[in-house]
């Protein structure tokens, strides 16, 4: 099956149309139901647009599995992750990312800790899942003004999902429960192999963030090496350690 195409069952041609047509019908006539109609509280066709998009973007397995090295299962290993990044780009992404899948996953899936968090461990209150969606957009919404420059819509889209969450919730449960027949939750041994498995990604993908910082920080003490070049650099080496307790580092004696 082609997952960019479906054949309509209540049409008689049987035709192909592209599956992003049947999101965004389906989108549509889910707001109409729910009474929260597009430009309500405020233009948000361009949302519609944005949803549908991210949608039929979930059917492609490459994109889900591009989009790992970007998800982090908690507030602190996104912060961790940002904290001594001065790329704006990266930031645009991971936030943006994340706020997705949790968009996604509490409206479709009616299951965040399907992407989160392990099911043994203390799971967050739905509050709080949607507390991190509405702040991930927002963070987006501001980064992404310094990616799209001459492009002001993307970061726009952003914007409006953080402050109108909690409806695009309401419409994409209403979407899962109506069209999608999506109600089973995955089971715990699924959580538990795919949180280990986004687990493993991400600590990969830290531990090369952490081994270029630390070459920029040795590059830099080499160039001068002063106290708090050697203090930034011990710093580095003690987390590179947390991720991998066999890694060793030493400075040569000056």
Known sequence: MNPRHYVDLKETSRDLQPTYYFMINCLLYSRMETGLVSNQDF???DVNVYLAHLLHSFINPEYVEQSRKFLSKYDTDVFRRLAHSNDARLKYQIYKTNADFLLIS?????NPTAAAVAARRHQPSEE????????????????????????AGVPDVLEKL????EKYLRILSHMRGEYLDLMTRLSQGEVYHLERS?????QRELLRVKQDELLELYTAW???????????LERVVDEIRQINPEFKFQLPKR
Do not use: M, W
């Not at 991190?132 to 501001?142: E, I, L, M, N, P």
């Not at 080499?222 to 930034?232: D, G, V």
């Open 43 to 45: 233009y948000d066709e």
């Open 222 to 232: 080499k160039s001068e090496p002063t106290r708090e070049a050697e203090a930034n």
């Open 198 to 202: 986004l687990d493993e990604h991400s």
């Open 128 to 151: 709080a899942y949607i507390g991190r969606g509405k702040t991930y957009y927002h963070f987006a919404y501001s980064y992404g003004q310094q990616v799209h420059r001459k492009n």
């Open 162 to 165: 953080s402050v109108g969450f």
């Open 106 to 110: 509490i409206g479709i899936f009616d």
